[in-house]
């Protein structure tokens, strides 16, 4: 039954691949830095790189730069009388417009700044991910360790950590954030910004961690070589993270799968209610405000690049899942934090 | 059972009240209060002070709280300021409207969900594959995004209304058909991605079902597949959608906040949204203890699902 | 003109009264226009005053004192009669400590209240404590109430809270086009029309036309639009936002909306600095911070025409005071302009002593601190965040490092009365044309003293001269003497620009095709500050 559809999760693992190169190599790979604004070219659709003329002559790769057609109704056409080449692997870059300022390569078209929406999209790849990963670590280390100390320990001190965890899931992660920000300076780098938004995560993923881990340790701790092992006089630390622990293994490793993208999707929504990474910072779900408007995405479907993106990452991380054997439905819980920031929705 | 049951009720209150208090504390503690929302700048301050001591928000944070708590203790739990109504009467009121846009979602979800896991579950072939790979695309769909392409596509087709719950001028069986016509859009946003999950759930379930001796020994029995798949698996193969019942209740019913605001369904999400950017303190304080309750309901509802599907639970 | 029919228009907010007494937000003006009238109004299309509950009015020899006559046969929504009575109450409560109403710093002249006497049930005499040239354009911001229904609340001092948002409509009477007929909390406000009502239009047919209006309360602005877009709702609460000025130029190619450019708008948003001396004692940056030269390399820093290209799509003019060119009485032809010169930007900033000693583009004081503030803006308007991020870039050129902080309005407005701030970009809406009406932003007294909140007396001798001037200028009898001096306010102010400005946008408007009669106005509510004409062309409303 789960066998012949073990392509799906080479299809993930090749989405994953793709995505991770991409935030990996976006210095690289972007034609433009992230804030790179190109004040004339506000929501500019994407130049499209051509290899034959209008006149129908090959060329190496080139764009027509855009012209503006009306300014007031965002409406550009290329121009095409002139042709811009690409040029390739210059100033520390894979491939840009050889006429940069006038006219960028602009893959996915720009936003409502007139900044590359493909570049940005690669950058945020970084800020997105790498929040929700580090966020699922942390999850799942804190998560192990209250519900490895809770299974292993018993009695009146599981209870409280049971109910400490029970009680973090319903809190709304709002008040939390909402607090955090009346006391924090107004002005917060992004490198503080991406670490408490990674340590809330954190916080409020590791509840489901820990009644995992706990359920799994108490079970362990019936079997027989953890007699033995208490027997033999083993410590109540070596106990726990000698035997008890590496048997929650697996079922961490499918958290992990389960946690980063619900997390992503957590990032996404707070950040567009103006409450994850401040605008300039080129977050997906910052990047996703531009489609706030929703007239803007006839008019301008390419500022739906950063839920495309979202998909494929949540969806990837769910077929290497399911190809592996495992329900991606069991990501339902996990996913209650991003409904949980709902409520945060933007505090204008 | 009972002491069980004792034991959660006694969990939900404390939870109801840490987490009222939280948020009254908290919402006092962030910047601006209802006051400078509703004066906004260049107001006269002596306006703004008396408005201020109105409300009784010129009162330390501890006082107001013990204010509200001795009141609270008497079911009194303080007057909004941006209604003018009595927090107590306000939240049933949205709450009932969210509670019919979850229950839609989920009656849905459940129509749709299961009847396509089964078959997915129980048949495998091209046509289980398809259900799984359309469900495995709807989970990966955020529901922000699928409740604006909703908006978008009422917008131009006209098919449906943009947000509210009712119209203008109906009453009687035309207000039903009318308030059906626009829980629609926000329903199916909201139930998309649980009806694949439930899809998912028991989808594998049944397979899994479908493999215990049981099972084969009815087959052995000659008991015909359709009854076998639709009455003796599911029975044992409903466990795992049953446990995750009531959890799905109550986030549906705390977690419809984003498709509320995105459709303006007038919801207890709304009311939050609204109460929260007036810094309406009790109003939010409602709220959220609304949202704990409704949580904390949901897990007992759960458990009863769970006891209710599997005569193992009952009897513990 | 066809009578009868229902209009939808949409409100942001929901009512936090329906007390114009106690509240100035939108939502309660709008709620007011429709149900409450006034003695006098301004017409916002001709920006004159006509007569509403006055009909005619004489004025005293000395100009202080003016008779009014009230209008025969006028009756409240309930069908009690109007009379002088109710102007008095009115007077009172407007006046009155307790209730400390919004709008009564707006009633008094140089801090004192109007005399207020009622000789005969149809006459009232309003006395000015001293010359006022507006005269009794002061009495568009004072709607008259019932008498009758509120006399009980005032004796009690609870004025302020009567009304409130779960007032029952029946307990409610005006003498406004329109009456509240049903709220529904989270959807809409119904409004029929009061039978009472005392206008006629020009052939002597009742107004108002409409049966019915609704308010739709839809708080995103997008949802709004897509509604307007699908004939869901006929107008908007507000002026249409540039970015959606192209969905709907679409809509309006296909006859669905009216698009209506009223040009170049009154208002211009604002960058203002914290110049309280003593809430920035203890910071270095002070020097420059509250300096002018510092303020005037900004204006010459940041690109206007670029500005108004980023920000409003090309549709605004440069601004360089807060009047707009808009504002033909008032605009001082001979304001300074500050063209884009960031060389120039940068002697200034050199003869404050800051320059790039680190050799990193960003300039530092003569003690080596890197030049940087933080820049407060309201989180949620585009045209504010997009402003606030062009003058971010532009003093980024200069070597000037701005950190932008979007905050929601309660929190940016508590910054702002606590002097908590650097410096803060946001929109600050005038009420009234005539700079006389709006002494709480000149007066260095006054309460939207942008620069220095809560400054009682002036701090420096040059808003002591515009103290002065203002003073002065507001009892002028004549235009041309209130102009002059008006002219010289402005340029002083031009001199130390303690407010920035950049671009005045032009405004747009939006309606459903089946509005007729509307006369819309570039002040705020720009298309139902007169209800009671407009009308919809085809039969009850599209829903």
Same mark, same amino acid.
């Given at each position: 039954m789960r066998h012949h559809l073990g392509w799906l999760r080479g299809i993930g693992l090749l989405i994953m691949g793709v995505v991770l190169l991409g935030a990996v190599a976006a210095p690289w790979l972007a =034609? #433009?830095?992230?804030? !790179?604004? #190109?004040? !004339?070219?506000?929501?500019a659709p994407p130049t499209w790189p051509h290899i034959r003329d209008a006149g129908g002559h090959w060329h190496a790769p080139f764009i027509y730069p855009l012209r503006l057609v009306s300014r007031l109704e965002q409406r550009y056409a290329p121009d095409r009388q002139v042709r811009v080449p690409l040029v390739w692997f210059t100033r520390g870059r894979l491939v840009m417009s050889a006429?940069?300022?006038?006219a960028p390569l602009l893959l996915l078209g720009a936003d409502?700044?007139?900044?590359d929406e493909f570049s940005r999209l690669l950058y945020g790849a970084r800020l997105s991910l790498g929040v929700a990963a580090v966020a699922a670590l942390g999850a799942l280390l804190v998560g192990a360790v209250v519900g490895g100390i809770a299974g292993s320990a018993g009695g009146a001190t599981e209870e409280l950590l049971m109910r400490g965890a029970e009680f973090l899931l319903v809190l709304p992660a709002i008040y939390v954030i909402l607090a955090l920000r009346a006391v924090m300076p107004l002005v917060l780098p992004a490198s503080t910004v991406f670490a408490l938004l990674a340590g809330i995560l954190a916080l409020v993923g590791s509840p489901f961690i820990a009644q995992g881990v706990r359920a799994i340790v108490a079970a362990e701790r019936r079997r027989e070589y953890y007699a033995a092992a208490v027997a033999c006089g083993a410590g109540r630390a070596r106990l726990l993270f000698?035997?008890? &622990? $590496?048997?929650?293994r697996g079922f961490l490793l499918v958290q992990l799968t389960v946690l980063t993208p619900a997390f992503v999707l957590a990032e996404a929504t707070l950040s567009y209610v103006g409450?994850?990474? $401040?605008?300039?910072?080129?977050s997906w779900g910052s990047m996703l405000r531009d489609a706030a408007n929703v007239s803007a995405i006839a008019d301008?479907?390419?500022?739906?690049a950063p839920a495309a993106a979202i998909f494929l990452v949540v969806l990837g991380l769910n077929l290497i899942l399911q190809g592996s054997g495992?329900? *991606?439905?069991?990501a339902f819980h996990a996913g209650s934090p991003v409904r949980d920031a709902g409520p945060t929705a933007d505090l204008r | 059972m009972v002491r069980y049951l004792l034991r959660r009720l006694g969990f939900a209150v404390l939870l109801v009240f840490v987490v009222a208090s939280a948020s009254l504390v908290l919402t006092r503690l962030a910047p601006g209060d209802f006051a400078t929302e509703a004066f906004? &700048?260049?107001?006269n301050p002596r306006t703004v002070a008396r408005a201020r001591a109105r409300y009784g928000l010129d009162e330390p944070i501890l006082t107001q709280y013990g204010l509200w708590l001795a009141h609270a203790a008497r079911l009194d739990f303080g007057t909004s300021? &941006?209604?003018?109504?009595?927090v107590a009467q306000l939240i049933p009121q949205r709450a009932a409207n969210t509670a019919l846009l979850a229950l839609a979602a989920l009656l849905l979800a459940t129509l749709v969900g299961l009847p396509l896991g089964v078959v997915s579950g129980s048949r495998p072939g091209p046509l289980a594959t398809a259900i799984r790979l359309v469900s495995l695309l709807l989970l990966s769909m955020p529901p922000l995004v699928t409740s604006l392409l909703f908006v978008f596509v009422a917008a131009r087709t006209?098919?449906?209304?943009?947000?509210?719950m009712s119209s203008l001028d109906v009453s009687g069986f035309g207000l039903v058909r009318d308030v059906l016509w626009h829980l629609t859009l926000p329903a199916v946003a909201l139930a998309l991605p649980v009806a694949a999950m439930f899809e998912r759930l028991q989808s594998q379930a049944m397979a899994e079902a479908l493999t215990q001796p049981f099972v084969l020994a009815a087959r052995a029995r000659g008991v015909p597949p359709g009854r076998l798949i639709w009455r003796d698996a599911l029975r044992v193969a409903i466990r795992p959608c049953a446990s995750v019942y009531g959890l799905v209740v109550g986030t549906l019913l705390s977690g419809s906040f984003i498709v509320e605001i995105v459709t303006a369904w007038p919801g207890l999400g709304r009311l939050m949204y609204d109460a929260l950017r007036a810094r309406d303190v009790y109003l939010v304080t409602g709220c959220a203890a609304a949202g704990a309750l409704f949580l904390a309901a949901g897990s007992v509802i759960s458990d009863l699902a769970l006891a209710a599907a599997d005569p193992r639970v009952r009897a513990q | 003109m066809q009578p009868g029919g229902t209009l939808v228009a949409a409100i942001?907010?929901?009512?936090?009264?329906?007390?114009r007494y106690a509240s100035r937000d939108l939502t309660t003006e709008i709620i007011s226009r429709l149900t409450q009238d006034k003695l006098i109004r301004i017409?916002?299309?001709?920006?004159q005053i006509e007569p509403r509950l006055a009909d005619r009015w004489t004025r005293s020899a000395d100009g202080l004192e003016y008779t009014l006559h009230l209008r025969p046969g006028v009756e409240f929504s309930d069908g009690v009669p109007f009379t002088s009575a109710d102007v008095l109450f009115s007077f009172k409560a407007v006046y009155d400590p307790k209730t400390a109403s919004p709008l009564g710093d707006a009633m008094r002249v140089g801090g004192r209240p109007l005399q207020v006497s009622a000789p005969t049930p149809s006459t009232v005499v309003i006395r000015f404590p001293s010359p006022f040239a507006p005269g009794l354009r002061l009495l568009d911001n004072l709607p008259i109430l019932p008498r009758h229904l509120l006399q009980k609340a005032l004796d009690q001092g609870t004025l302020a809270s009567a009304?409130?948002?779960?007032? *029952?409509?029946?307990q409610m009477a005006g003498l406004g086009p329109f009456v509240l007929s049903e709220y529904q909390p989270g959807q809409r406000l119904v409004f029929t029309r009061n039978?009472?009502?005392w206008g006629k239009d020009?052939?002597?047919? $009742?107004? =108002?036309? &409409?049966?019915r209006l609704i308010l739709d309360i839809v708080p995103d602005q997008n949802a709004e639009l897509l509604r307007l877009e699908a004939g869901?709702?006929?107008?908007?609460?507000d002026a249409v936002r540039p970015e959606d000025y192209r969905s709907l130029k679409q809509a309006a190619d296909q006859g669905r909306v009216k698009l209506i450019d009223l040009g170049v708008g009154l208002n211009a948003d604002s960058l203002w600095f914290n110049l309280n001396r003593k809430s920035k004692?203890?910071?270095?940056?002070a020097a420059w911070l509250q300096s002018e030269a510092f303020r005037r390399a900004i204006s010459y820093a940041v690109d206007r025409r670029r500005f108004a290209d980023t920000v409003y799509l090309g549709e605004g003019v440069p601004v360089?005071? $807060?009047?707009?060119?808009?504002n033909h009485t008032w605009?001082?032809?001979?304001? *300074?302009e500050t063209p884009y010169d960031p060389a120039r930007a940068r002697a200034l900033l050199a003869g404050l002593g800051l320059t790039d000693r680190q050799g990193n583009g960003r300039l530092e004081d003569r003690a080596g601190r890197p030049v940087r503030f933080t820049l407060l803006t309201a989180k949620g308007s585009t045209a504010l965040e997009r402003g606030a991020s062009v003058i971010r870039d532009a003093l980024a050129k200069v070597g000037v490092t701005v950190d932008v902080v979007g905050l929601d309005v309660g929190a940016l407005v508590q910054r702002f009365t606590t002097n908590a701030y650097d410096a803060v970009y946001f929109s600050v809406y005038s009420t009234?044309?005539?700079p006389a009406l709006q002494l709480d932003f000149w007066?260095?007294?006054?309460?939207?003293?942008?620069?220095?909140?809560?400054?009682?007396?002036?701090?420096t001798p040059w808003e002591a001269q515009i103290d002065d001037l203002m003073r002065r200028q507001v009892a002028a009898p004549r235009l041309a003497d209130r102009q002059a001096l008006f002219d010289q306010v402005q340029k002083i102010f031009a001199e130390h620009l303690p407010v920035l400005q950049f671009v005045a946008p032009r405004i747009y408007v939006a309606m459903s095709t089946?509005?007729?009669n509307a006369t819309p106005?570039?002040?705020?509510p720009q298309l139902l500050?007169?209800?009671?004409?407009l009308a919809v062309r085809g039969s009850s409303g599209t829903r």
């Open positions: =034609p #433009h830095a992230a804030d !790179d604004q #190109h004040p !004339d070219l506000l929501f006429d940069d300022r006038r409502s700044f007139g900044r000698r035997h008890l &622990l $590496p048997s929650t409450m994850g990474f $401040p605008g300039p910072a080129p301008f479907p390419w500022v739906l495992v329900d *991606p439905a069991a | 906004g &700048l260049g107001a300021l &941006l209604y003018g109504r009595p006209g098919w449906f209304p943009i947000g509210g | 942001r907010s929901e009512p936090r009264t329906f007390n017409n916002r299309a001709t920006d009304w409130g948002p779960a007032t *029952p409509p029946s039978p009472h009502f020009a052939r002597g047919r $009742p107004l =108002p036309y &409409l049966d869901q709702i006929d107008m908007t609460t004692a203890g910071d270095p940056r360089y005071g $807060p009047i707009s060119p808009a605009f001082w032809t001979g304001t *300074p009234d044309t005539d007066l260095s007294s006054g309460s939207a003293h942008l620069w220095n909140f809560g400054e009682q007396t002036p701090a089946r509005v007729t106005a570039l002040q705020r500050w007169n209800p009671e004409v």
